[in-house]
Nanobody, 112 residues
Framework: VQLVESGGGLVQPGGSLRLSCAAS????????MRWYRQAPGKEREWVAT????????NYIDSVKGRFTISRDNVKNTVFLQMNRLKPEDTAVYYC??????WGQGTLVTVSS
């Protein structure tokens, strides 16, 4: 199993970023996928989940209405569209697959 995140960077408050997680080594189209994040000095927290067929999504309350999780089962990729970003969204964002598979993370910094 391999999960490779990309798309992080520095953005001003109110800006947008789109994170990607390219997956390989398992049957992606059968797998529920999640995004987590870990802010400096804090524990890792769950951010969003999408089911295998994109019929159901869930979000932590703090990102509802601003973030959107989606997936492309042809390209084996899961996305996190992040809009109206806030400084408190600053964190390393991780892609996660069940049974303990994590990507290496991508850093998102929201600052003016």
């Amino acid at each position: 199993v391999q999960l490779v995140e990309s798309g992080g960077g520095l953005v001003q408050p109110g800006g947008s970023l789109r994170l990607s997680c390219a997956a390989s080594g398992f049957i992606f189209s059968n797998s529920v996928m999640r995004w987590y994040r870990q802010a400096p000095g804090k524990e890792r927290e769950w951010v969003a989940t999408i089911d295998s067929a994109s019929t159901s999504t869930n979000y932590i309350d703090s990102v509802k209405g601003r973030f959107t999780i989606s997936r492309d089962n042809v390209k084996n990729t899961v996305f996190l569209q992040m809009n109206r970003l806030k400084p408190e969204d600053t964190a390393v964002y991780y892609c996660y697959k069940a049974l303990g598979f994590w990507g290496q993370g991508t850093l998102v910094t929201v600052s003016s």
